[in-house]
């Protein structure tokens, strides 16, 4: 199995570093987050309470619309309905509902083995999350935690989203959002947000994007003895 796990807190780039690191190495990008999210707007979809959820209904839900992971060149996209499901996923309702339902173990296992399969069929991944190093692939040859201040995280992300530069107030409350949802994650009691004690731990807010992916996809290729660029 070749794996490099990446985690961190939200916002704190971990997609898109996986997704540019697997470019450079010719792995393909996995993010497990896009599964919670899907699973998510299945349970949002069906009427589910996601914080008393009903765990079978969800399942049940998810299958019957073949909740799944279409491989499209190095990406996974989540699939619902037969269709890419990447905007329906990424709506305020899901990001408030998500960790509720990403807390409850028997969805962790459903995520997990979906992930893990995907891995011991032999497909080289890299992927991205909150407890990928410590609960989903233990065994990675390469584990990376990414973490940056929460006013960085969330200057970062609304530049992004928006295309513009934010008010202070706008990354004030963005941020007081991302500490929420961090908290949430990493206080759970099932796989918690935490970084392995045998990752290699980088502040991002210290480094370029070029960066961080270039200081990963040589760990990788070093790692897994991968062909120089
Ligand atoms: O990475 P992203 O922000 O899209 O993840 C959405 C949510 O999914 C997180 O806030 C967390 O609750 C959950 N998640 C998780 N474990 C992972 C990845 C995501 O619990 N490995």
Do not use: C
């Not at 995907?118 to 973490?147: H, M, Q, T, W």
């Not at 290699?200 to 070093?222: M, Y």
């Amino acid at each position: 199995m070749r794996v490099v796990a990446i985690d961190g807190p939200a916002a704190s780039g971990k997609s898109s570093t996986a997704r540019a690191v697997a470019r450079a190495i010719g792995f393909h990008h996995l993010d497990s987050g896009a599964l919670y999210r899907a699973l998510t707007r299945v349970a949002l979809d069906a009427g589910l309470d996601p914080v008393n959820l009903d765990v079978p209904a969800l399942l049940e839900q998810a299958e019957r619309r073949g909740l799944g992971l279409r491989p499209e060149g190095e990406d996974f996209v989540p699939l619902l309905d037969g269709a890419p499901a990447e905007q329906l996923i990424r709506t305020p309702e899901v990001t408030a509902a998500v960790s509720a339902v990403s807390a409850v173990p028997a969805v962790r296992d459903w995520a997990n083995a979906r992930m893990r399969a995907l891995a011991e069929a032999g497909v080289p991944v890299v992927v991205d999350g909150r407890d990928i190093g410590s609960v989903v692939f233990p065994e990675a040859g390469l584990k990376v935690f990414l973490y940056a201040d929460s006013v960085v995280r969330a200057l970062r992300r609304l530049v992004q989203q928006g295309g513009r530069e934010p008010s202070n107030e706008e990354v004030f409350a963005e941020a007081e959002r991302l500490k929420a949802r961090d908290k949430a994650d990493a206080s759970r009691a099932v796989a918690p947000l935490v970084s392995p004690p045998d990752a290699l731990e980088l502040d991002t807010s210290r480094l370029t994007f070029e960066e961080q992916v270039d200081g990963i996809a040589r760990l990788a290729r070093t790692v897994y003895r991968l062909p120089a660029p």
